[in-house]
């Protein structure tokens, strides 16, 4: 997944601003697209869950994945972090949309799986 996101991510901007990005994912875990959700400051942007599971209803995805940058190359989860994951998580439960992981991306191949840390 990692991998997929980096393909989107701008270069020139990843240490400067954070950037919101969602994978949809069929039924197979193959990825169907990939949003660009929203940049924003260097502590943060925006990521609306509407905005989310639109895309994802009119795309008939099974699944997504989420990832965000942090500009600062600080791999650890913040609130705010857990507090969006839980909130797009519940979100795609009412709707029968997985959510499958969520990705911060540090600097220079760095990134941690929330998934891979039993978040």
């Known amino acids: 997944a990692y991998n997929v996101f980096m393909d989107f991510y701008p270069k020139e901007t990843l240490h400067l601003q954070e950037h919101f990005f969602v994978a949809y994912l069929n039924r197979f875990n193959r990825v169907l697209g990939v949003l660009h959700l929203s940049s924003g400051g260097i502590t943060g942007t925006v990521a609306d869950i509407r905005l989310i599971f639109g895309c994802a209803l009119k795309a008939a995805a099974s699944g997504i994945i989420i990832s965000h940058n942090h500009p600062s190359g600080n791999l650890k989860v913040s609130d705010r972090d857990k507090d969006v994951t839980k909130k797009i998580r519940d979100a795609g439960d009412m709707?029968?949309?997985?959510?499958?992981?969520?990705?911060?991306?540090?600097?220079?191949?760095?990134?941690?799986?929330?998934?891979?840390e039993g978040l």
């Open 95 to 116: 709707l029968d949309i997985k959510l499958m992981d969520h990705i911060i991306v540090g600097h220079e191949g760095q990134y941690l799986s929330f998934s891979d």
